[in-house]
T-cell receptor
């Protein structure tokens, strides 16, 4: 079955820094890749997604890049704020069975 | 308010007891999910229902059973809980009719098995 790997497992930065979270998957049948964040004590929240027919998506301070050939995604967060501190999860959904597989998460801590 | 609701928030029980968790979504979605999130925050899908039909049934112990009465409700029953069942159980929903779409998550039910 699908396997999703995220790196790094944790990041600690100063406010204003940019960060990059990498994600790779194994199943070439995966077609949909949403990302979520989980702030301490709060529910998982969708932040951005991309489909396999796209290469790039951007919303405000988030840029998501997708390389179908290498089965790799990267999430770029610019101008980080303490409120960005959370665990970020990459997810891959295989075409047809609608079964999402999540990475182990990247813990981001942004110091003021 | 439109969201995904879960009850209870917490549940503490003894090994061997039966527990039941409830989930309701008021978002008009057609697909609902149960996940297990362990102490390391690892998320594993357990079940998924689309329009009351089971579409994903991962390899979970037989003591776990989902129950769907309608598109808006998906409950989870655990017969004879074990210590390794201690975790946070997350319910989510999405709208599959429009193809692939993001999931909306509930706040979770934290289960502690003594």
């Amino acid at each position: 079955g699908e396997q999703v790997e995220q790196l790094p497992s944790s990041l600690i930065v100063q406010e204003g820094a940019s960060v990059l979270i990498n994600c790779s998957y194994t199943d070439s049948a995966s077609v949909y890749f949403p990302w979520y964040k989980q702030e301490p004590g709060k529910r998982l929240q969708f932040i951005i997604d991309i489909r396999s027919n796209m290469e790039r998506k951007q919303t405000q301070r988030l840029t998501l890049l997708f390389d179908k050939k290498t089965k790799h995604l990267s999430l770029h967060i610019t101008a980080t704020q303490p409120g960005d501190s959370a665990i970020y999860f990459c997810s891959a959904t295989s075409g047809g069975n609608y079964k999402p597989t999540f990475g182990k998460g990247t813990s981001l801590v942004v110091h003021p | 308010e439109t969201a995904v609701f879960q009850t209870p928030n917490y549940h503490v029980t003894q090994v061997g007891n039966e527990v039941s968790f409830n989930c309701k979504q008021t978002l008009g979605h057609d697909t609902m999910y149960w996940y297990k999130q362990d102490s390391k925050k690892l998320l594993k899908i357990m079940f998924s229902y689309n329009n009351k039909q089971l579409i994903v049934n991962e390899t979970v112990p037989r003591r776990f059973s989902p129950q769907s009465s309608d598109k808006a409700h998906l409950n989870l029953r655990i017969k004879s809980v074990e210590p390794e069942d201690s975790a946070v159980y997350l319910c989510a929903s999405s709208l599959r009719d429009r193809g692939y779409a993001e999931q909306f998550f509930g706040p979770g039910t934290r289960l502690t098995v003594l």
